[in-house]
């Protein structure tokens, strides 16, 4: 079983950035592919970027790309989110998601675990 807290939302304005922390407990963090999903209000839970086990493999929407990175540290068993750049449309509860395979998460957009959830939302 795996345990994921995300940190790091918050309200800022556009324009500037903001990092998220996933930090994991319980289960070998570094067997699993890692991912970051959002859902705004209204709409579906889907995936902004994802990693695989060791950081060799990312994977983001086209809607972050360029400004959005995700990243690892098997170490502290953390997976990241630097967002710059923010956009009022990056409004939205923002997920930790562990999956037993990175083509789950890049394909299915599926994953085994699930954090709780962190706000970010952007003014303009």
């Known amino acids: 079983q795996v345990q994921l807290v995300e940190s790091g939302g918050g309200l800022v304005q556009a324009g500037v950035s903001l990092r998220l922390s996933c930090a994991a407990s319980?289960?070998?963090?570094?067997?699993?592919?890692m991912g970051w999903f959002r859902q705004a209000p209204g709409k579906e839970r889907d995936l902004v970027a994802a990693?695989?086990?060791?950081?060799?493999?990312?994977h983001y929407a086209d809607s972050v790309k360029g400004r959005f990175t995700i990243s690892r540290d098997n170490a502290k068993k953390t997976v990241y989110l630097q967002m710059n750049s923010l956009k009022p449309e990056d409004t939205a509860v923002y997920y930790c998601?562990?999956?037993?395979?990175?083509?789950?998460?890049?394909?299915?957009?599926?994953?085994?675990?699930w954090g709780q959830g962190t706000q970010v939302t952007v003014s303009s």
């Open positions: 998601a562990a999956a037993i395979t990175f083509g789950n998460l890049r394909y299915g957009s599926k994953a085994n675990y």
């Open positions: 319980g289960g070998t963090f570094s067997s699993y592919a």
């Open positions: 990693i695989n086990w060791n950081g060799g493999t990312t």
